[in-house]
C-alpha cells in the first residue's frame, strides 16, 4: 500500500511562502471547501471571508497556507508558522526539475533562465554547481524568501 504524502514548511509567512513556492512549482492556491474561484480573485482574500461567514477570526499566529498541484500528481505543501527563526542548513530539501533531460550547457542555460525567475519572484541564488560527468549533471543551490534551501536540478 502506497502513502501520499504532505510536505510542511515551518515558516513566519505562509501567505508569502504560498504565493512563492506556487509560482517555483506551478502549483495552485485551494479555495475554501465548496467555493470556487472566479479569474482574478485573491484565494487568500477568499478564506478570509469564509471564516468570517462561520463566525472564526484568526489571531494572526494561527494563519496557514496550502498549495497544490493542479494536475493531482504531486504532493500538497503546507505552510504553519512557528516562533522561531531558521537556524542552520536544511536536513531535507526540495530538487524542482528544471531541466530533465538536458545535458551539458543545454541543462545549464536552462537552470540559469529558470534561476532569473525565481530570482524576480523572491528567491535567492547560493551556489552554482557545474556538471562534471558520468555523476553530476549540474546543479544551482536557492534558498525561498525565508532561507529555505532548495535546488534547481
Same mark, same amino acid.
Given at each position: 500500500m502506497t502513502r501520499a504524502v504532505q510536505i510542511t514548511f515551518d515558516c513566519h509567512d505562509p501567505i508569502r511562502l504560498a504565493r512563492f513556492w506556487a509560482e !517555483?512549482?506551478?502549483?495552485?492556491?485551494?479555495?475554501p471547501p465548496g467555493v470556487t474561484l472566479e479569474a482574478g480573485v485573491d484565494p487568500f482574500e477568499a478564506w478570509s471571508e469564509f471564516l468570517s461567514g462561520l463566525g472564526i477570526d484568526l489571531d494572526p499566529a494561527d494563519v496557514r497556507a496550502a498549495i497544490e498541484d493542479p494536475k493531482g500528481r504531486g504532493p500538497r505543501v503546507f505552510f504553519q508558522i512557528v516562533p522561531e527563526d531558521?537556524?542552520?542548513?536544511?536536513? !531535507?530539501h526540495l530538487d524542482v526539475r528544471a531541466a530533465p533531460g538536458l545535458e551539458g550547457d543545454e541543462r545549464m542555460d536552462a537552470l540559469e533562465s529558470e534561476c532569473a525567475r525565481l530570482l524576480e519572484i523572491g528567491a535567492q541564488r547560493l551556489q552554482r554547481v557545474e556538471p562534471s560527468p558520468?555523476?553530476?549533471?549540474?546543479?544551482?543551490?536557492m534558498c525561498d524568501p525565508e532561507g529555505n534551501e532548495f535546488c534547481l536540478d
Open positions: !517555483v512549482l506551478d502549483y495552485i492556491i485551494p479555495g531558521k537556524t542552520v542548513k536544511n536536513r !531535507v558520468p555523476l553530476e549533471t549540474g546543479f544551482i543551490v
